[in-house]
């Protein structure tokens, strides 16, 4: 699978499990980063912070360019891919343990859902590596 795909099937699983109502680590840094709601946005500090981070990089970007000629674009892509993964590995991780507490039984012995959960997005992570692997030695295809 291309990476983009399988970027776009974990994102959009743990969007759906935030909006389910399961809270996840990174829906918890949204809230606390938008306390205010989305609306709050516009006026938040973190425009400060990212516009302060977009004009470094392209400082450095156009220092870069101008004595050493363009680089390859996937020393720009790869660090992104890899806090997109960190992010949804710590996002799977929490909601394995959250499923672990939903699925027990009495003597909590059965933890199905947890995993049901593992089996399933496991395999996915482990597809989303894999295919950033593939994307890096340019056979992604």
């Known amino acids: ?10 994102a959009g699983t743990i969007i759906l499990m935030n909006i389910a109502g399961i809270e996840t680590n990174s829906g918890k840094f949204i809230t606390y980063v938008f306390s205010d709601g989305i609306s709050s946005l516009r006026t938040s500090e973190i425009w400060i912070y990212f516009s302060a981070i977009i004009i470094l990089a392209g400082a450095v970007g156009v220092k870069a360019g101008f004595f050493g000629g363009s680089p390859d674009p996937a020393f720009a892509i790869a660090p992104l891919a890899g806090i997109f993964g960190a992010v949804i590995l710590s996002d ?9 507490e939903y699925g027990q039984n009495v003597d909590g012995t059965l933890n199905w859902m947890g995993n049901i959960f593992l089996i399933s997005f496991a395999l996915l992570f482990l597809a989303f590596v894999f295919s950033l692997v593939s994307w890096w030695r340019g056979s992604d295809g």
């Open 1 to 10: 699978m291309k990476l983009l795909t399988l970027a776009i099937i974990l």
């Open 92 to 100: 799977l991780i929490g909601l394995y343990g959250k499923l672990n």
